[in-house]
């Protein structure tokens, strides 16, 4: 699932709602914080030593909006490399990080290590303008209401160095503070094999409704992982590995996703 925060200008980390994140969210770590022109960006595979960081480099540098992000593969390799967030088509001025399962185009082929996000980021929107309040509502509908996405950047081109897409999926604290989700509460990590009879479903709140062996609810049709259709869902099975009939309607992927991808967009 992810967890993605969100810091407007001045506020800073929970330091213990991070690690209650990252205790779920255990895949790798990143961060970005927008300071006097330019981005600060870090990546790690342990939770610890990357807070810890960004905690002590946000001290110092907290006049500009920051991101920080706790993944949970759902796939791509699990390494540094597919650690959010990530440059938007090379731009080294701008970056990305995402909480959710993008869409069947968005998704590795076989042989492509990197995460949906990753492709996304590289080959969807490499060159489109994302200042457009236009495109960005088009791209939220594009990826589904249960994708959250942060932008943060410091190209000039751009009229706000902050962008939230399907902002309202998430969760405002009191604080100033915006999560993409409620793992930020979790007191020990959740165990997504655990469902019986009084299991509550996290879209529709009906009980003992959830399929012990897809994770998926009978009534709503919601992958409890990552809260997508199931017709949409990715956590389990490869598409590629899927049988034909069971591939979206939009056809497979053929040799550029991200082509296709924008195609859809285009004609929203």
């Known amino acids: 699932m992810c967890l993605l925060t969100y810091y407007p200008s001045d506020i800073q980390p929970d330091t ?63 390494n540094r490399f597919n650690c959010h967030p990530f440059r938007i088509g090379g731009d080294k001025r701008t970056v990305l990080a995402h909480n959710g399962v993008m869409p069947a185009l968005l998704q590795p082929k076989r042989g492509d290590k990197r995460c949906d996000t990753r492709i996304t980021a590289e080959d ?24 959250k996405l942060v932008i943060l950047t410091v190209n000039p ?10 902002e309202a999926a ?23 094999g655990v469902v019986d009879a009084h299991s509550e479903c996290a879209h529709c709140s009906n009980v003992g409704t959830i399929e012990v062996e897809t994770n998926v609810c009978t009534v709503c049709d919601t992958c409890q992982d990552c809260l997508e259709n199931c017709n949409d869902c990715q956590c389990y099975v490869p598409l ?25 967009l285009s004609d929203w």
């Open 170 to 192: 998430g969760v405002w604290e009191q604080d100033g503070m915006w999560y993409s989700n409620d793992d930020y509460r979790a007191v020990a990590p959740y165990d997504f």
């Open 124 to 147: 969807m929107l490499r060159g489109v303008d994302l200042g457009d309040a236009d495109y960005r509502d088009r791209l939220g509908s594009f990826i589904g209401r249960y994708n």
């Open 16 to 78: 213990a709602a991070l690690r209650r994140g990252a205790d779920i969210n255990n895949d790798g770590h990143g961060f970005a914080i927008v300071s006097h022109g330019q981005l600060i960006i870090g990546h790690g595979m342990d939770a610890d030593t990357l807070i810890n960081k960004f905690e002590r480099i946000r001290s110092k540098h907290h006049s500009g909006p920051a991101l920080f992000h706790s993944r949970m593969a759902t796939g791509g390799t699990v």
């Open 240 to 264: 590629s590995d899927r049988p034909r009939e069971l591939w979206p309607a939009t056809g497979w992927i053929d040799d550029d996703a991200a082509a296709a991808a924008k195609a859809v």
């Open 157 to 166: 081109a751009y009229d706000s160095q902050a962008y939230l897409i399907n």
